[in-house]
Structures are given as structure tokens and as C-alpha cells.
């Protein structure tokens, strides 16, 4: 069992920044692949960006690309997602979720095993 915590979230102007921490339990953290996700009111949640047991790769969907971050430190068991240039389009609660399996996927949240409470993230015009 792997529970996550995700800490960070909050109300930031257009054009700011935030940075997610979610920390993790257990000793195995890095042979977990991790992602973060995003879900709006009344929209599906979506894949935000995602990254290897070793940090080694990072994915990233095309809407914040090049404005977000994904890293980890697995002595720490926790993994961060630094958002920049922040949109209001960007408001939505954050998820992150921890992969156990293999898949060829790394957007589907269906091939995710554990997930946070999330953290509410407000971007204001």
C-alpha cells in the first residue's frame, strides 16, 4: 500500500508560480513511476506530466510544456511538479498517483494504482 500527501496548492496570479510536493510512504518509492494530474469542475481529470522510478524520463502534456516541471528525489520519497508562467486555464485540483506496473502508458490515469487527496490550485486573471 502507498499512500500520498500532496501539499503546495493555492491562489496565485496569472503569470505566477507554485510548486507541488506530494510525499510518499513506503521503502520502494523508486521503483514507482509517478504523475501528476489535474481535474477542473465538470471536466474529466487529465494528464499533467509523469516521470521514471530514476528521474531518468519525464512526460509532459503539450498544454504545459515548457512551463511546468516534474522531478522527484527518491531519499526524500516525494515528488514536485514546479509550475511557472501560470494561466488561469491551469485552475483545477492536482493529483498525484503512483504507478506499481509496468504500462506502455503514461497519461491514462486508469494505469495509475494509488492516488493522493489532491490540492487545490486557483489562478487568478
Known amino acids: 500500500q502507498v499512500q500520498l500527501v500532496e501539499s503546495g496548492g493555492g491562489l496565485v496570479q496569472a503569470g505566477g508560480s507554485l510548486r507541488l510536493s506530494c510525499a510518499a510512504s513506503?521503502?520502494?518509492?523508486?521503483?514507482?513511476?509517478m504523475g501528476w494530474f489535474r481535474q477542473a469542475p465538470g471536466k474529466e481529470r487529465e494528464f499533467v506530466a509523469a516521470?521514471?522510478?530514476?528521474?531518468?524520463?519525464?512526460y509532459y502534456a503539450d498544454s504545459v510544456k515548457g512551463r511546468f516541471t516534474i522531478s522527484r528525489d527518491n531519499a526524500k520519497n516525494t515528488v514536485y511538479l514546479q509550475m511557472n508562467s501560470l494561466k488561469p486555464e491551469d485552475t483545477a485540483a492536482y493529483y498525484c498517483?503512483?504507478?506499481?506496473?509496468?504500462?506502455?502508458?503514461?497519461?491514462?490515469?486508469?494505469?495509475?494504482?494509488?492516488w493522493g487527496q489532491g490540492t487545490q490550485v486557483t489562478v487568478s486573471s
Open positions: 498517483a503512483a504507478r506499481v506496473r509496468w504500462s506502455i502508458s503514461w497519461s491514462r490515469p486508469s494505469e495509475y494504482d494509488y
Open positions: 513506503g521503502r520502494t518509492f523508486s521503483m514507482y513511476a
Open positions: 516521470i521514471s522510478g530514476n528521474g531518468g524520463r519525464t
